[in-house]
Nanobody, 123 residues
Framework: QVQPVESGGGLVKAGDSLRLSCAVP????????MGWFRQAPGKEREFVAG????????YYGDPVKGRFTISRDSAKNTLYLQMNSLKPEDTAVYYC????????????????WGQGTQVTVSS
């Protein structure tokens, strides 16, 4: 069973960096499109970044372009999200998801979700 497990969240100051990790034990990591999403209180779940499984294309949501970098280590079955120049508006619960889909930006296309990790950015 594919069960993503996120880690690396925390409380940081504006301008700081943070790296999130998502371990995916129990699955064929390279066979899944992997995505990062986030959800702030009172807001809908928002696409952050994703990598398609079939061609390795990388996509980013507009709010994080140029600041966040997604990467994966297939040998370790782990997905990463390097977050630089963090802003208070990046505060949210960050989720890792896996799915057999080319539509990286659509949450409903993902079958497997982690429990999320809280990222809080103070001003």
């Amino acid at each position: 069973q594919v069960q993503p497990v996120e880690s690396g969240g925390g409380l940081v100051k504006a301008g700081d960096s943070l790296r999130l990790s998502c371990a995916v034990p129990g699955g064929t990591f390279s066979s899944y499109t992997m995505g990062w999403f986030r959800q702030a209180p009172g807001k809908e779940r928002e696409f952050v970044a994703g990598i398609t499984w079939f061609d390795g294309m990388i996509y980013y949501g507009d709010p994080v372009k140029g600041r966040f970098t997604i990467s994966r280590d297939s040998a370790k079955n782990t997905l990463y999200l390097q977050m630089n120049s963090l802003k208070p508006e990046d505060t949210a619960v960050y989720y890792c998801a896996a799915g057999r889909t080319p539509r990286v930006e659509v949450p409903s296309e993902y079958e497997h979700w982690g429990q999320g990790t809280q990222v809080t950015v103070s001003s």
